[in-house]
């Protein structure tokens, strides 16, 4: 029951963003195991550039794994998180699917008016970006005391600018110590000559 929900799901949201077909198209008939503990799936490509969820016993071209920190990160919208995912099997097919999953966009607003209504659903939304913006802005807030405190009250995390000056420092002492050794290497070289 919940496979085929899933399945259309996943179709409607490819359904409204075109491109995605023709970046799966050529994997028609591959699948891929899409584990981010504690779940996972294994998704199939259907010929025309869909997706199905597949049985738990589908032989996997490809194995995408997404810790859910990266997880996490990729829904706040981070595009350099989909890096961190790791990859196995058919690389260019897990590659391509990991570029479609994070790519898609779900037009929610779109939806919500075949059910109340345009108005309805146009402030509904704009009620709900709202919310996620000053959740946001309060999240930050947050953490900007909480690194603060952790910087001046309770040293638990360095400044850029102290790490910055260890960096510069010890670039300072590799290169003065590559000097000494320079010099050491002349003396030696000094003294075997006169000897």
């Known amino acids: 029951m919940l496979k085929p929900l899933l399945t259309r799901l996943l179709n409607h949201l490819l359904a409204q963003n075109s491109w995605t077909a023709g970046q799966l198209q050529p994997f028609g008939g591959k699948h891929a195991r899409l584990i981010l503990p504690p779940f996972s799936a294994t998704l199939a490509v259907l010929e025309d550039g869909g997706l199905a969820i597949a049985g738990e016993t589908a032989n996997t071209d490809a194995t995408i794994t997404v810790p859910p920190?990266?997880?996490?990160?990729?829904?706040?919208?981070?595009?350099?998180?989909?890096?961190?995912?790791?990859?196995?099997?058919?690389?260019?097919?897990?590659?391509?699917?990991?570029?479609?999953?994070?790519?898609?966009?779900?037009?929610?607003?779109?939806?919500?008016?075949?059910v109340i209504g345009d108005i309805p659903a146009h402030e509904a939304v704009k009620l709900g970006r709202a919310a996620v913006s000053q959740a946001k802005r309060q999240t930050a807030n947050v953490a900007g005391m909480l690194a603060e405190y952790w910087q001046e009250e309770q040293p638990l995390i360095a400044k850029k600018r102290h790490i910055e000056q260890f960096v510069r420092d010890v670039d300072t002492l590799r290169e003065d110590t590559e000097r000494l050794q320079k010099r050491i290497d002349k003396l030696k070289s000094r003294l075997q000559a006169d000897h």
């Not at 990266?70 to 260019?92: N, Q």
């Open 69 to 114: 920190s990266v997880a996490l990160r990729i829904l706040a919208g981070d595009e350099s998180a989909g890096a961190a995912a790791s990859f196995s099997g058919d690389t260019e097919f897990a590659a391509a699917l990991a570029k479609v999953l994070q790519g898609i966009s779900w037009e929610y607003e779109e939806d919500l008016s075949r």
